[in-house]
């Protein structure tokens, strides 16, 4: 495609229940990034696949979370039992070559948790 | 935990002025790179300055890297209303770890 998908744009559920979050990378992106980004606050850096590599998972916060690719096409972040505090928005970036070429973002994840 | 700190953390100028604004990292870098955000969604890149290079232009932008102070600095000129959005730095780290570590951004407004 020609940039970067991420779907749902909008997410509201309700606390307790599990979450599906999918990204579409640029056709040809080896490197796949998730972050979380909270209202006014910086990027925190989630999850990295690169490739058939195994993925760095260092920056998930729990095991309520977690996330796959299948080789370099979709990924999905998942949340299990989801609580107030997950409420953010998560962004999906691809990149060509891991951190040594710019990341193209799409526009994120709502995901509000009431 | 991030990498970066842009400072300062917010940022008011009239338009015409010039908008500085830094970054400081804690690691070697391969690289870094400047991005900015419209009203909390996707980022999108804005430069990127390798570790060998000292300073680098596009535009109306000039970012200059220090790596023995481990920071950098983005010079936007002449700004508009339109330039009013986050800016944020990100480091490619030279350790290995394969990721790009964001600071917490600068909120810059451009007041016509």
Redesign the interface.
């Known amino acids: 495609g020609a940039g970067v998908s991420q779907s749902p744009s909008n997410k509201v559920t309700e606390k307790g229940k599990d979450v599906e979050l999918r990204c579409d990378p640029i056709s040809g992106h080896t490197a796949l990034y998730w972050y979380r980004q909270r209202l006014g606050q910086g990027l925190e850096f989630l999850i990295y696949f690169q490739g058939n590599s195994a993925p760095d998972k260092s920056g998930l916060p729990s095991d309520r979370f977690s996330a796959e690719r299948t080789g370099e096409s979709v990924s999905t972040l998942t949340i299990q039992r989801t609580q107030q505090e997950d409420s953010a928005v998560y962004l999906c970036a691809s990149s060509l070559l891991t951190g040594r070429t710019e990341a193209f973002f799409g526009q994120g994840t709502r995901l509000t948790v009431v | 935990s991030?990498q970066g700190e842009e400072d300062p953390q917010a940022l008011s100028i009239q338009e015409g002025e010039n908008a500085t604004m830094n970054c400081s990292y804690k690691t070697s870098i391969?690289?870094l790179?400047w991005?900015r955000q419209n009203s909390?969604?996707?980022?999108?890149?804005l430069i990127?300055i390798r570790s060998n290079e000292r300073e680098k232009h596009s535009g109306r932008l000039r970012v200059t890297l220090d790596t023995s102070k481990k920071s950098s600095s983005l010079l936007i000129t002449a700004s508009r209303a339109a330039d009013t959005a986050s800016y944020?730095c990100?480091?490619?780290?030279a350790t290995g770890?394969?990721?790009?570590?964001?600071?917490?951004?600068t909120r810059l407004t451009v007041i016509p």
């Open positions: 991030q391969n690289n790179q991005y909390g969604r996707g980022l999108v890149h990127l944020f990100a480091t490619d780290q770890a394969n990721n790009l570590f964001f600071g917490t951004g």
